[in-house]
């Protein structure tokens, strides 16, 4: 059976755009991304999403209740039939009622080696804390913020002169990597799991 993934966007959409084309390209097998949806009507990964020929959602935020957000969200979710959530620069905390509808089957990316620096900013916090080496973490989306179960990490070193610009373009360099790396394996749990 063709897995179905829904990539979740605010922005740019490069890890959105790395994840579809390991899916095209066989590097996540017997997987299909079924939409894509964004909270923010301009972003860019949505052109470039329709450009891949995939089926994309504005399900606008603005002004909206978290919860009364997440519901249209999750609503348009179980339309899709969807197995799997990627959150990739998507940048509105779920709810409770979110994570709970799609118990472990959603993931999530950041930019720092969890559980150090959750929250915003995390290439700054590495910096500022005068890290030697930072990275990106592939995570299960749990009711914590950043805190859930990790899936898998790459590390990057910091090195002297860094700047937030310089180290979050090498940090996204690996995301690219680990993303799909990540999901193909949670796609491949999930498989024997069912198969039993
Ligand atoms: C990435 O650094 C990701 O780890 C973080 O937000 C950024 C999104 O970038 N959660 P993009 O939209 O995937 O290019």
């Known amino acids: 059976?063709?897995?179905?993934?829904?990539?979740?966007?605010?922005?740019?959409?490069?890890?959105?755009?790395?994840?579809?084309?390991?899916?095209?390209?066989?590097?996540?097998?017997?997987?299909?991304?079924?939409?894509?949806?964004?909270?923010?009507?301009?972003?860019?990964?949505?052109?470039?999403?329709?450009?891949?020929?995939?089926?994309?959602?504005?399900?606008?935020?603005?002004?909206?209740?978290?919860?009364?957000?997440?519901?249209?969200?999750?609503?348009?979710?179980?339309?899709?039939?969807?197995?799997?959530?990627?959150?990739?620069?998507y940048m509105r905390v779920l709810s409770p009622f979110f994570v709970d509808a799609f118990n472990e089957r959603i993931l999530n990316i950041h930019p720092s080696l969890l559980p150090a620096f959750p929250g915003l900013e995390p290439q700054r916090q590495a910096l500022d804390h005068g890290a030697h080496e930072s990275g990106c973490t592939v995570h299960v989306v749990d009711n914590t913020l950043d805190g859930g179960p990790i899936i898998a990490q790459r590390t990057v070193p910091v090195v002297p002169g860094d700047t937030v610009e310089s180290l979050s373009a090498r940090i996204l360099e690996q995301e690219h990597l680990l993303y799909p790396a990540a999901v193909a394996a949670v796609l491949d749990t999930l498989k024997r799991k069912q198969d039993g």
């Open 1 to 89: 059976m063709t897995a179905r993934i829904a990539i979740l966007i605010s922005g740019r959409g490069s890890n959105m755009v790395a994840l579809a084309d390991a899916v095209q390209a066989g590097g996540i097998p017997n997987a299909e991304v079924a939409v894509v949806i964004s909270d923010q009507p301009d972003a860019k990964g949505l052109q470039i999403a329709r450009e891949l020929g995939i089926k994309t959602l504005t399900i606008e935020r603005r002004g909206r209740k978290r919860e009364e957000h997440d519901r249209e969200i999750v609503s348009a979710l179980q339309d899709e039939r969807v197995d799997l959530i990627c959150l990739a620069g």
